[in-house]
């Protein structure tokens, strides 16, 4: 099995700063894209950031100059760092990554993690 987990979401003030983290545990032989996406109140999930295994970005156009994705390949982590916040960030996010499990080279699974809440508000 393989999990992740994403922390450091809450509530902050707009114009204010998070870094959200996204750590995979488990039967791990190697982990290819890495994913962010948030999903507001009554709207669908959106893909906000990707990085490739090589370190390659792409970010929604809402996000860009703001937010940045980074991920760290020996410890199998992700990080979301969100700067200059706005009351529309306020979401639900997940992380998701392509994952090879070790018992499994064959097929690249999509693992997802539980979520963590951003809130901006005064």
């Known amino acids: 099995q393989v999990q992740l987990v994403e922390s450091g979401g809450g509530l902050v003030q707009p114009g204010g700063s998070l870094r959200l983290s996204c750590a995979a545990s488990?039967?791990?032989?190697?982990?290819?894209?890495m994913d962010w996406y948030r999903q507001a109140p009554g709207k669908e999930r959106e893909l906000v950031a990707t990085v490739t295994s090589d370190g390659r970005t792409n970010y929604v156009d809402s996000v860009k100059g703001r937010f940045t994705i980074s991920r760290d390949n020996a410890k199998n982590t992700g990080d979301l760092q969100m700067n200059s916040l706005k009351p529309g960030d306020t979401a639900v996010y997940y992380c998701?990554?392509?994952?090879?499990?070790?018992?499994?080279?064959?097929?690249?699974?999509?693992?997802w993690g539980q979520g963590t809440q951003v809130t901006v508000s005064s």
């Open positions: 998701s990554a392509a994952v090879l499990a070790t018992y499994d080279r064959s097929n690249w699974y999509n693992v």
């Open positions: 488990g039967s791990i032989f190697s982990i290819g894209t």
